[in-house]
């Protein structure tokens, strides 16, 4: 059959084109992509080309679907797997399938390595290696794009779960945070910040204290709105936002926030910024856990750390850039139980035909997450600038995402899905 796809061939050399898919094979299932979003590690993937470990050294011959962050339904099942699945199951897939025999080795995965697997495309052949890893996860979500946040969820998931904790005389590390400790979200007000709220608001092991920290009252505002004080203390925690710009609101008073002021338990860091590591490690309790959850482009990228603490305070730190297939399972059944709400990530929505000029400048385009719909033609809009723009379609998702506090919904994908233009 034939599929429309975004596939890379080298550096910077993305195509939208229309191909035919083989077959499927007894060991494979064919499968519909409808939402996919689009990931800053498919930006790196796409402008080093070769250079980046995950692509094949023949994408100039053979290229490959990008676009790892996806979700779609099942259309046919080879007979291998047909006792597990079946057409018109919707599913969701965990990237890093960990199979030393794939196209590169163990760093192999769809949307970076294989021809006819990617979030960026109509329709995919699943091979057999994902569901040998148990990587095809059945989801029963109300939206596609839920299933499509699973992976970034999947990677706060990971965080939290990463953070670790001694005690004294033994050499034990008890994993996850404090449970009713406390925590600080540092820059915690962007996309993936927003979700680290959400899942310590819902989660089963909630910390007592969340501390949220940025430098813009806008963005502090506008998360205040969406996870407010009075739900965060109905579900167990208490939660404080703190402009750390303004006068007076430094590691001090961070610090006099938390119990007899000894600091924070575990103290996240959401931006690459060297004050911030260095604000967070100085914002540490005895046996605190800083986790770097953001990611630096830079090789050479480091900061001060007090090694005095690491000796006498037992504090240390951790690096997450990912979560495992059980923290992507425990954010789908999250999402489907109503416990966490990953639209608030959601900043921008478009159509398959835009997801090169995205994928290439996603640097540049500010806002969280920019979600595309594969069947649907449409340029990348900023949910903010869907008020005021012409045509029936607009004039509806307007309506519906003010409904919505100005979040994208399933209510607004079910009615993209159905007025907007096929590609």
């Given amino acids: 059959m034939k599929t429309k796809a975004v596939r890379l061939y080298g550096e910077k050399d993305l195509r939208l084109e229309e191909f035919e898919l083989p077959a499927i094979g007894e060991n494979e299932i064919l499968a519909k992509i409808v939402s996919d979003s689009i990931c800053m590690s498919s930006y790196k993937a796409a402008t080093q080309g070769i250079k980046h470990k995950r692509i094949p050294n023949d994408v100039a011959n053979d290229p490959i679907i990008i676009g790892h962050e996806f979700c779609g339904e099942i259309v046919e099942v080879g007979g291998r797997w047909a006792d597990l699945f079946n057409a018109g199951d919707k599913f969701s897939i965990q990237p890093a399938i960990n199979y030393e025999d794939g196209p590169v080795g163990i760093l192999s995965a769809p949307g970076y390595s294989y021809r006819h697997i990617g979030g960026d495309s109509q329709y995919v052949i699943i091979p057999a290696e994902v569901m040998e890893q148990d990587c095809l996860l059945p989801f029963s979500g109300e939206a596609y794009y839920h299933g499509s946040l699973a992976e970034p969820m999947s990677c706060i998931v990971g965080g939290f779960h990463a953070n670790y904790h001694t005690t004294p005389g033994s050499y034990v590390h008890s994993m ?248």
Wanted: net charge negative; charged share 20%.
């Fill in 176 to 423: 996850g945070i404090v449970e009713g400790g406390a925590m600080a979200l540092l820059a915690g007000v962007g996309p993936m910040g927003l979700g680290a709220i959400d899942y310590a608001m819902h989660c089963d092991r909630k910390p007592g204290l969340l501390v949220v920290t940025d430098i813009d009252n806008a963005r502090l505002e506008r998360a205040a709105s969406i996870y407010t004080v009075e739900e965060a203390k109905a579900n167990g925690v208490e939660l404080v936002y703190v402009n750390t710009a303004e006068e007076g609101k430094g590691i001090d008073y961070l610090k006099s926030l938390t119990p007899k002021g000894e600091g924070f338990n575990d103290v996240f860091v959401y931006a690459p910024v060297r004050p911030v590591i260095e604000q967070a490690d100085k914002l540490m309790a005895f046996d605190g856990c800083l986790n770097f959850f953001a990611g630096p482009t830079d090789p050479e990228f480091s900061a001060t750390f007090n090694f005095y603490n690491v000796h006498y305070a037992a504090t240390h730190v951790v690096g997450t850039s990912g979560g495992n297939t059980d923290d992507m399972i425990e954010s789908l059944k999250m999402m489907e139980a109503g416990k966490l709400n990953p639209s608030t990530m959601v900043t921008h929505v478009g159509g398959l035909d835009a997801v090169i000029e995205t994928t290439l400048n996603l640097p540049n385009i500010p806002g969280g997450k920019k979600l595309v719909y594969n069947n649907v033609s449409m340029p990348l809009v900023a949910l903010d600038d869907l008020k005021g723009m012409e045509g029936e379609l607009y004039e509806g998702l307007t309506k519906i995402v003010e409904a919505s506090n100005g979040l994208w919904s399933p209510e607004a994908e079910r009615f993209l899905l159905e007025n907007a233009p096929a590609i």
